[in-house]
């Protein structure tokens, strides 16, 4: 249940912001003015992505669906057939990252409409958010990107901090130490009781009658 509400609400912020930005601001190159205004500048901007995060890979946009489709799959069958589901921080992360698959996905297969000036489908992401440091222009990405990068960090922490402490489930060391303990009354009992019933006397004693002294 967490997942699919964390990523389907993830899934409609990164597909109506979009929507909203390119429409109001047009396409391409459409800005606004700075709404930080320092060495840290940020504003608006309506691109196109034909590769993968950050530009990576320009005109690979039918590949990178490929891999979308297969990671989408993956995430799925991690969550509802593996161990995922029984840590939240690995059910968040996974949201996290399929809402940003699906969403960079569906712009990828041209669901948005947008055209180029001859009126063909662009298959390509739309980006929208940029930063610049200085006079260094960070590229251009979307609130899909940012999905994806929090989901792999949330990933690399849980493989390098968590896997100790979720490696024992907690009911493990309540049954062990029981097993333990189960074994240990188990032959302290062997060791008082001898073979064939209770305890012989030598032959030719005599039973003495209990003592009465305190």
């Known amino acids: 249940m967490l997942f699919a509400v964390l990523g389907l609400g993830l899934l409609t912020v990164d597909l109506v912001s979009k929507r909203v ?53 993956a ?14 921080w690995l059910t968040v992360a996974l949201a996290f990252i399929f809402a940003g698959t699906l969403g960079n996905l569906y712009d990828r297969m041209g669901w948005h409409g947008c055209t180029d000036p001859a009126g063909n489908v662009r298959y390509a992401v739309r980006d929208f958010l940029l930063f610049t440091f200085g006079t260094f222009h960070w590229p251009v990405f979307n609130f899909a990107d940012v999905f994806l990068v929090t989901g792999a960090m949330m990933l ?16 493990l060391v309540p049954q062990a130490e029981r097993s333990a303990e189960g074994q240990s009354h188990g ?11 209770g305890a012989r006397q030598p032959a030719g004693a005599v039973s003495q009658p209990a003592s009465s002294e305190a």
């Open 21 to 73: 930005v390119f429409e109001r601001l047009g396409y391409p190159n459409g800005a606004t003015e700075p709404i930080l205004n320092g060495w840290l500048k940020f504003r608006l901007y309506t691109s196109f992505n034909e590769g993968a995060l950050w530009g990576i890979g320009q005109g690979f946009s039918w590949l990178f669906a490929a891999f979308s489709v297969v990671a989408a799959v």
């Open 75 to 88: 995430i799925l069958g991690w969550v509802a057939f593996g161990s995922a589901a029984r840590s939240t």
């Open 156 to 171: 690399v922490v849980h493989s390098l901090y968590m896997p100790a402490v979720e490696a024992t489930p907690h009911n």
């Open 187 to 197: 032959a302290s009992a062997a060791e008082a009781t001898p073979l064939g019933g």
